[in-house]
């Protein structure tokens, strides 16, 4: 029998956890491992799984208790008998929890967890009932540790993959003739790329104040956030009160590959970050990165080897070193080539896809054939 994969999935978002998953199904059956997603029907995920040819198990998944969800996930475990179930949002991964303890030989059970919310996460979903727990970084690792009861051997970093190969590809794309028309209006001036949701904790305020400085020392600069989120509207007001309003602009692009192709600096001045991708990604076309010093990116960027990190807190110090490294651009572009080679050895979409098939049972002697037993955890 074919070996698969049930992935489980009820948010009804689309964000880079979604699309993570997704890119892991199909990279699983590019191995020849089934993959099927367990979402809800509607959901963009869904919509998007269905678009790229991904098997679905369309079910509710409104609550740990939604009974007839239960049910199909059961079914489903019992006829397929997949090597593991990885659940993803917290609705979605207890149904697959219940489902999966309720037969008797049970696969393999994994929780994908991509953020911290503010509570303690349960030991019993995280810990007793799950032969791992998948975190995109050694921090995150450490923090959820901080939870009394999670058992540190349940806690295994798996870093996210990237197609570098299709990044690059992208990066040749047009930029959308409106973003082209407005840059052409800094008359050659750097560009400076910020990537990701217009939120608090992404430290876009941060930046715009250091912008602010450094438009002083260059004219023409343009500094473009390439995202959406409940922060627009007052970004938009501090850039105007700053004076900044013609050279900013705030809109997601997708693919955002010929944006960051096209920057001479990505920033990422988070206060807070699991990992964070847009530094992966923009090192992987060799783009230079300041990013800070905070949470998983150290993980990702070494400061004064591949890029730099510096304080999440002090815009002065993110607008000296900004205006340092658009001086002397060929200083910094050094160790963003430097940094291509590890985030490709680091973060390719065949390492994540070798570590994922063996968290699943499937990566012994043989490949995807070398099914290992399941798991069953101590529950105390």
């Not at 659940?87 to 149904?95: E, F, I, M």
Request: hydrophobic share 45%; charged share 20%; net charge positive.
């Amino acid at each position: 029998m074919t070996p698969t994969v049930l992935f489980t999935e009820s948010s009804p978002h689309l964000g880079g956890q979604e699309l993570q998953l997704l890119q892991q199904m199909a990279a699983l059956e590019a191995c020849g491992v089934g993959a099927t997603l367990a979402c809800r029907p509607g959901s963009a995920v869904a919509e998007r799984a269905r678009q790229a040819g991904l098997n679905r198990l369309e079910l509710p998944l409104r609550r740990a208790t939604d009974v007839a969800s239960l049910a199909a996930l059961r079914r489903f475990i019992v006829e397929r008998r997949p090597a593991a179930v990885i659940g993803h949002s917290g609705h979605d991964a207890n149904l697959g929890l219940l489902a999966a303890w309720s037969v008797r030989a049970r696969p393999r059970l994994l929780r994908s967890k991509t953020y911290l919310a503010g509570r303690h996460p349960s030991p019993l979903t995280h810990s007793r009932l799950v032969d791992a727990v998948l975190v995109p970084s050694a921090w995150m690792r450490e923090q959820l540790l901080l939870a009394p009861g999670i058992a540190p051997d349940r806690v295994q970093v798996l870093y996210p993959g990237v197609d570098f190969a299709r990044l690059r590809s992208q990066a040749g794309l047009p930029l959308p003739e409106p973003l082209r028309r407005w840059l052409a209006e800094g008359e050659g001036g750097p560009l400076v790329v910020q990537v990701g949701m217009l939120r608090g904790e992404k430290g876009h305020a941060l930046a715009l104040q250091a912008v602010a400085d450094v438009v002083r020392r260059f004219p023409g600069l343009r500094y473009l956030a390439a995202g959406s989120g409940p922060e627009r509207e007052a970004l938009e007001q501090q850039a105007q009160a700053l004076g900044l309003a013609a050279r900013v602009r705030f809109e997601p692009v997708h693919p955002v590959a010929p944006v960051l192709a096209a920057a001479d600096l990505l920033l990422m001045p988070s206060s807070r970050e699991p990992l964070g991708m847009a530094q992966v990604e923009a090192l992987g076309l060799g783009i230079p990165v300041l990013a800070s010093r905070v949470g998983g990116i150290p993980e990702t960027v070494r400061d004064g080897a591949t890029g730099r990190l510096l304080p999440p807190d002090d815009p002065a110090v993110w607008a000296e070193a900004m205006a340092t490294h658009l001086a002397d651009p060929l200083a910094l572009r050094r160790l963003a080539e430097a940094g291509r080679g590890e985030v490709e050895a680091r973060f390719s979409v065949q390492a994540n896809t070798r570590s994922l098939l063996a968290h699943c049972g499937l990566g012994g002697p043989g490949g995807p054939g070398g099914l290992a037993a399941p798991l069953r955890p101590n529950v105390r």
